[in-house]
C-alpha cells in the first residue's frame, strides 16, 4: 500500500515503513524529521518533503499536495491536522485519479455546518474516514451528523523522548527536600488547560507538609500568573516556562494532573502514563477513557477543583497508591497508544477504505 501521511506523527510514519508500506512523510516537523531519518533502515530512509503553509488556504501547499500525489500516486492520503486536510481536499479536487483521503480528528467539538471552512476539512465529502483521537471526539462527529461505518478511534500514541535527565536531577533544580511530593502538569497554560484549578486546589491544602507545584509549559493565563502570588503558595510553586525535556522532567512527577474543561487526548498525559506516573485528570473528552477511575488514578468533574484537591490530598499521603495507580497506568497506555497498537487499526481503517466502492457515492 502506498501512503501519503501530512503532519504525522514521526513513530506512526516509521511504524507504517517497518511494516513494508510505501510511505511519503509531508511537512514532518524538526523533531520528526531526525527522530524518522535516524530509525529507519538506513538502505531504505522514509521519504519526507516539506512545503510552505500554515493556514487552510496556503495556496502554496495546496499546489504543493497536488503536485506530490501525481508524483506518488498514494492510495491513501491522511491527514493528520485541519489545515493540512484542507490542503489535501483542495490540492486533489481536480485530479482524475485521487487518494482515498482520511482524517484525524483531536477536538471533541462539534463541526459548525454553516463554517465554510469546515466544508473544504472534515465535512467534505472527498473524505472517506475519520481517525478519531478518543471515543468521546467520535461521539462529536457523530453528533455533527457524520456516519458511523466512516469513524474509527484511533488513539495518539506518545513520541519517543529522552530520559537521560534522572528524576534527581529535576528534584534538585526544584529545590525540593527528599520527602516532597511533587504535584505537576504539562501543559500550554491557557483557560480551557484549567490550570487554574489545580492552583485553587493547592491554596486549599496549605495545611499539608511537604509537596510542591511544577507548572510545565508557556503560561497564557492571567488567572493562573495571579493565583500563583498567592502568599500562601510562596516557595511552593514552580514555573518552569516552555522544555523542550518535559517529559524528562515528568520524571520527577509524583502525581500528574490534568485539569482540562475540554480534551480530545492530552498527549502530555499519554508520555506521563508511559513513564509510570500517577494520573489524576478530570472528567474532559478522552481523558477518562485512558485513565481508568481508581484503576489507572482518579478522575474528577470538570471545573470542581474542589473535588480535584480531595483528589490530590487522598494521593499525596499514600505512597502506595501512587505506585500501584502508576504501574496500571503505564500498563494501560501501553495497550492503546504504542505505535504497534495505534497502525493496527490504520492499517484496518486503511484496509476497509481501499475494499469499498466510493465512486457512486462521493465523487
Known amino acids: 500500500m502506498r501512503i501519503m501521511l501530512v503532519h504525522a506523527p514521526a513513530p506512526i510514519a516509521r511504524e507504517l515503513h517497518v511494516r513494508g508500506h510505501g510511505v511519503l512523510v509531508c511537512n514532518a516537523t524538526q523533531r520528526s524529521m531526525p527522530d524518522t531519518a535516524r530509525e529507519a533502515p538506513e538502505s531504505s530512509p522514509v521519504p519526507s518533503v516539506h512545503f510552505a503553509g500554515d493556514r487552510k488556504l496556503s495556496w502554496n501547499a495546496i499546489r504543493s499536495v497536488a503536485s506530490q500525489v501525481r508524483r506518488y500516486r498514494p492510495d491513501i492520503l491522511h491527514a493528520f491536522t485541519p489545515a493540512s486536510l484542507a490542503w489535501c481536499v483542495l490540492g486533489t479536487s481536480a485530479l482524475r485519479r485521487r487518494p482515498n483521503l482520511i482524517s484525524f480528528r483531536g477536538i471533541p467539538r462539534l463541526l459548525r455546518h454553516s463554517d465554510p471552512s469546515e466544508w473544504i476539512s472534515y465535512l467534505s465529502p472527498r473524505v472517506r474516514m475519520h481517525a478519531c483521537e478518543s471515543h468521546a471526539v467520535m461521539q462529536s462527529m457523530m453528533r455533527s451528523g457524520i456516519a458511523a461505518d466512516r469513524l474509527r478511534v484511533t488513539y495518539n500514541t506518545a513520541w519517543e523522548f529522552d530520559l537521560s535527565e534522572s528524576a534527581e536531577y529535576w528534584r534538585s533544580l526544584w529545590s525540593c527536600s527528599p520527602g516532597d511530593v511533587v504535584v505537576g502538569t504539562v501543559a500550554h497554560v491557557r483557560p480551557i488547560k484549567g490550570i487554574d484549578l489545580l492552583v485553587r486546589a493547592m491554596l486549599e491544602m496549605t495545611d499539608v507538609p511537604n509537596w510542591k507545584l511544577v507548572i510545565v509549559g508557556k503560561v497564557d493565563d492571567g488567572l493562573v500568573t495571579a493565583l500563583t502570588q498567592s502568599p500562601s503558595l510562596q516557595g511552593r510553586v514552580m514555573l518552569t516556562g516552555h522544555l523542550d525535556q518535559a517529559p524528562s522532567a515528568m520524571q ?95 492499517e484496518e481503517m486503511y484496509a476497509c477504505v481501499m475494499k469499498k466502492d466510493w465512486d457512486d457515492e462521493f465523487d
Not at 480534551?263 to 481523558?287: D, H, K, N, Q, Y
Request: glycine share 8%.
Open 252 to 346: 520527577a512527577f509524583d502525581l500528574f494532573v490534568m485539569p482540562s474543561r475540554s480534551e480530545g487526548l492530552c498527549r502530555a498525559l499519554i508520555e506521563a502514563m508511559t513513564i509510570g506516573v500517577c494520573p489524576i485528570v478530570s472528567s474532559a473528552g478522552g481523558m477518562k477513557e485512558l485513565v481508568r477511575h481508581e484503576r489507572d488514578g482518579l478522575v474528577f468533574p470538570i471545573d470542581d477543583f474542589m473535588a480535584l484537591s480531595l483528589a490530590i490530598r487522598r494521593l499525596i499521603g499514600d505512597h502506595e497508591q501512587r505506585r500501584c495507580f502508576g504501574r496500571s497506568a503505564r500498563e494501560h497506555v501501553q495497550a492503546l497508544c504504542t505505535p504497534k497498537v495505534v497502525v493496527d487499526q490504520l
